[in-house]
């Protein structure tokens, strides 16, 4: 059963950045659509960020409205590792950011978290004002 654990969250302040990382303990890990979500208390786990496999080149990525251009999703499959670079943080960023692995074959339903069969622990980012 593959691992997924995440690190990198901490508290800053609005304007600055992070980097989470997400490091898988098995190397099938390459196979895999990678995504990232977060959960704020009281609401719903949210689609951040996905990132397809790498066949040949540079991989395909997803993000959602809400981050685009702001985050940038990447993954290392030698590191077995997936990371999401957090930049112009605000304050309704604040949440548990989460990585996943896919369970599911290519990019339909990428944002429904139905769709990944392993998570990590998750992480806490708080962005103050």
């Known amino acids: 059963q593959v691992q997924l654990v995440e690190s990198g969250g901490g508290l800053v302040q609005a304007g600055g950045s992070l980097r989470l990382s997400c490091a898988a303990s098995e190397r099938t890990f390459s196979n895999y659509v990678m995504g990232w979500f977060r959960q704020a208390p009281g609401k719903e786990r949210e689609f951040v960020a996905a990132?397809?496999?790498?066949?040949?080149?540079?991989?395909?990525?997803y993000y959602a409205d809400s981050v685009k251009g702001r985050f940038t999703i990447s993954r290392d499959n030698i590191k077995n590792t997936v990371y999401l670079q957090m930049n112009s943080l605000a304050p309704e960023d604040t949440a548990t950011y989460s990585c996943?692995?896919?369970?599911?074959?290519?990019?339909?339903?990428?944002?429904?978290?139905?769709?990944?069969?392993?998570w990590g622990q998750g992480t806490q980012v708080t962005v103050s004002s």
């Open positions: 990132i397809a496999p790498i066949p040949r080149g540079s991989a395909t990525t």
């Open positions: 996943a692995r896919k369970g599911t074959l290519g990019a339909r339903g990428i944002a429904s978290p139905n769709e990944y069969d392993t």
